[in-house]
């Protein structure tokens, strides 16, 4: 099943923009009066007639919207440091887009050897990813901000947990998250050479519970993804 | 941690074959009378003197054996038919090594598009990942084979899941793996257009327990490392 995205909706209609009306018309070969499938990027999927097969902007009618499509019983925010080398991270966003995530915050630990992240590209493949997997929701992808930042403005009514290798008294992921009654929560996973101890206790003192992901020594964007897999698979 | 490998373990001595001893003495200018470490690929990690710094043939002594270096408290089978995109397959045994996995058995299902499938890239690259994750196991790749020989010759002391789309009664891998005492597990997994129903049918008269991965649409490698996880998990 080809699923197209567009934000262009207007009542009973929807308008795809060039791209998806070119990929829709031309690629494809849809003409006036197929079924088409669109979906908005927060979560709605309607089921569309084609009436105008332009490949410059296509036009459909609204048939049925289907609100929650491919949605998950819980609230995910990842903030996760890029890692040097950008394909890790892309292919930790993809692939948490399949199983299932809300907000992708990559943010800029003291250590970090990646200091600045562009996020054009990335939002293009959580795009392609969410139609792939059927989800009517596109996650949203955070502007790059430092630790600290995002410590001091992580939402009260989340459970907060951050994954590190220092020593420390720390539960499981799979521990705290059992614990835990659903709702909202955020993991903070550092880069590659860790989180520094000043930003540890930040986070501490700002109420993150701290986890580890079991004895393998992971990479962020395995460490990463292993965690958006314990949140799901606790709703599974 | 720079992590050497070699198979050529003999009484106190360890030689490194030409590429390992290159990248040991020409890449990283170890000269003798350093200490490097060295896993022999079946689980132990040899702490060495470099005796004779040949870039050609490099000989250490052992000082210290460290088995169950980085092990795992399971022993996990993925039976997994190769993707379409060879690419997708290798980044699921990398990741799933880097996690902890035994044996990678590739599989060819009734519905794979990819039939041919060979190994030699991959035994390269989870040597490279099991160094990387400080592990002294490289897991076992099989000889590619039918969906129904492996299924065939699944060993009987094992919990036995197959993951399929079809309908019908499953539990999810997290309850099949918490009702399971531990020991050996394998999991097969089909290609991108699922097992045929003759294989399923075939896997539940052999012992395999049917199981779902929950909500998400996940791709055939998303779903073998949420597999991977899964079992991981059950021991964090």
Redesign the interface.
Known sequence: MEIFFSSDVDGGLVRLNQEESAHCVRVLRHRAGDEVCIIDGCGTMMRCTLLEASPYEAVARIEEKIPGW?S?PYHLTMAVCPTKNADRFE?FAE?AT???VDVIAPVIGDRSERKVYKTDRIRRLLLSAAK????GAVPEVAEPQSVREFIASAPADSLKLIAYCFEGEKL????ALEAWNGGRVCVLIGPEGDFSPAEVADALKAGFKPV????????TE?AA??SV??V??K??
Do not use: F
């Open positions: 491919g998950h292919w692939k399949e199983i299932g792939q997997s059927l989800k499981s992921i799979r521990e580890h992901l079991g004895a393998s020594r992971l990479r395995t993804l292993t897999a314990a799901y698979m709703y599974m």
